[in-house]
């Protein structure tokens, strides 16, 4: 790889930044927040750092988020007398993820588990803003030795992105769900706004919120946005600017080590050399068909992702011409999507300048009233359960049949008048649905089976299993609804099980479920120190890595809500101060 010369870097930078140097001690590629996290503690370390983005907009995919961070055995637990502790972290993600894996060693578990309440301690004397959910949000496993009910998710206190200033165009926003000024924890009640007093006063509080907002000038979020907002602030007045429209091409390797990317920055080819390392943190590889097709293990498209725009993997392939070991490349953080057959979207997830905001069905397919089957009629996971979980079943039902992608989704008519599908508002079913053949309507089971192509035998039959389940509260054959999980987004007015309603009164509906995601899981192999490694299992001296450009410390599960946002933070904050040669908290 060429090196430029030191001489030519950029002489100007945009919002007011001096120009971009030559030489830095860390040189972080991409703004996420493992980015951030890792710049700021770097600079506590005494070290120089620069971000490097190469969209318009910061925050990564961090910024597009509900927001939220796992981080077993955090400080706010503590204040609320929630007892948690490092061994029974330890035990819950020993049984959460099981086997070793290349990204999930012993050694990086234990490096996340110790490292994550030192990296928000420190974040929060910085003046990062968080809370603990206001509704239950237990562990995805709670149900398992050491899984925590009361959960370990944190967020952040909702903030005004306007606050900062110039930089407030330039903070990357999810566009569907600006501006909501509600955390990610309180869409479920929300969604309950037909069934329940907690539903109607959440609606109230989001028309009050808004109208506020408005009359005070303000663009209030509760979620990625907030985050990102806040991790920028506290950026910015530390002197770390981001500079963005600054892609990096190439890495410079001298003598077998990183020292340094070439980048285009203001229309030019520049170098920055790095002193003490070079910090990946660039995402995953969501939007890229070609390396999708590369590396799944079963039906996939690009089309599917709900992931940042920037998730194109770069990167990825010149780190694996260097040797980078790497995992789980067919695997993503997977929450299922729908759209027609014929490949065509439902209106409502287009914006209106035509970008494509596919559906995410998480809370929507957990509530009662609703089945996800197979092509055979068989159903294969919790609908109630991890999003992570669900997804990863329905490759493994698909691998072994061929028969589960597309799945499909049966409602009764409950549900439809009851809950929310998609964005809309709970009982809304828009006619254009059903006349464009998205969301298929019939009187009997029989009738719905055959427009979906799928065997009426086993539908039939699963939906009365399935409707026995709900009967008596108890789901045999997966669970839904045994676990505080599932139950904290259920609708506690269907008793036994809130998770759990009968599918018997037509007219019955089905839509078709794709495995959505929102962002690849898989990437480059590092250790305990975030230091990437070679497939000799030695480290590539000068380079690290972290965020979904890695292989996950989860493996192919997550534990609980935050999880991939925790350990981006966690182990930018490691490579930041391995790198500096810290040691200790900061």
């Excluded at 159903?379 to 979980?389: A, I, L, N, T, V």
């Amino acid at each position: 790889m060429n090196a430029l010369s030191k001489s030519e870097t950029a002489t100007t930078a945009p919002s007011g930044q001096g120009p971009l140097q030559t030489e830095y001690d860390l040189v972080i590629v991409g703004s996420g927040g493992g980015s951030m996290c890792a710049a700021l503690a770097a600079q506590q370390a005494g070290k120089s750092a620069v971000i490097l983005e190469k969209r318009a907009k910061v925050g990564g995919s961090t910024s597009l988020s509900g927001g939220v961070l796992w981080v077993p055995n955090h400080p706010l637990l503590a204040k609320a007398g929630v007892h948690d502790d490092i061994d029974e972290a330890r035990l819950y993600l020993d049984h959460v993820v099981g086997a070793d894996s290349p990204g999930s060693t012993p050694q990086r578990r234990e490096a996340f588990l110790r490292t994550a309440p030192q990296m928000l301690r420190f974040l929060m004397r910085l003046g990062l803003k968080l809370r603990r959910p206001l509704h239950v949000w237990p562990d995805y496993r709670d149900d398992l030795p050491g899984g925590l009910p009361e959960g370990r998710s944190v967020m952040p206190v909702p903030f005004d992105v306007k606050k900062l200033g110039a930089w407030y165009p330039r903070i990357a926003v999810y566009t569907p769900v600006i501006p909501i000024p509600l955390g990610s924890d309180e869409f479920g009640t929300l969604l309950l706004l037909k069934r329940t007093l907690a539903g109607k006063l959440k609606a109230l509080k989001l028309v009050w919120l808004g109208l506020r907002a408005k009359f005070l000038g303000e663009q209030v979020s509760g979620c990625g946005s907030a985050l990102q907002g806040r991790m920028l602030e506290i950026a910015l007045r530390q002197g770390l600017a981001p500079y963005a429209e600054t892609p990096v091409k190439d890495l410079i390797v001298e003598g077998g080590r990183v020292t340094g990317v070439v980048a285009e920055h203001e229309g030019r080819r520049v170098e920055v050399r790095a002193r003490c390392g070079v910090l990946i943190d660039a995402g995953g590889f969501s939007r890229n068909a070609d390396l999708r097709r590369k590396y799944a293990r079963g039906p996939i498209s690009d089309r599917w992702t709900s992931a940042n725009r920037g998730d194109t993997g770069d990167l990825l392939e010149v780190l694996l011409n260097l040797d980078a070991a790497s995992a789980e490349l067919d695997t993503a953080w997977w929450v299922v999507t729908s759209h027609n057959t014929n490949g065509e979207w439902p209106p409502e997830t287009r914006t209106p300048d035509g970008d494509l905001f596919p559906f995410q069905h998480h809370l929507d397919l957990s509530l009662p009233h609703v089945m996800l089957v197979d092509q055979d009629g068989k159903r294969f996971c919790d609908e109630s359960g991890s999003y992570m979980d669900i997804g990863e079943r329905m490759y493994a039902r698909h691998a072994e049949t061929g028969r589960a992608i597309p799945a499909w989704a049966i409602f009764d008519a409950r549900h439809r008048q009851r809950y929310a599908w998609g964005p809309l508002l709970p009982g809304t079913t828009p006619q254009q649905w059903i006349d464009s053949g998205y969301m298929k309507k019939a009187d009997t089971l029989d009738e719905l089976a055959q427009l979906c192509g799928v065997d009426p035998a086993g539908l039939k039959a699963e939906a009365q299993r399935f409707s026995g389940f709900a009967r008596t509260g108890v789901d045999l054959d997966y669970n839904r609804g045994g676990r505080a999980f599932d139950r904290s987004h259920g609708d506690p007015t269907v008793k036994p099980n809130p998770c759990l309603g009968a599918i018997e009164q037509g007219p019955f509906y089905a839509v078709a479920i794709y495995p959505g995601d929102v962002g690849t899981a898989g990437g480059v192999i590092t250790d305990e120190h975030a230091r990437v490694l070679r497939k000799d299992g030695s480290a590539i001296p000068g380079l690290y890595a972290c965020g979904n450009f890695t292989a996950p410390v989860f493996g192919r599960t997550y534990p609980g809500a935050g999880a991939s946002i925790a350990a981006s933070f966690t182990f930018g904050y490691i490579a930041a101060r391995h790198c500096a040669g810290a040691g200790g908290e900061a």
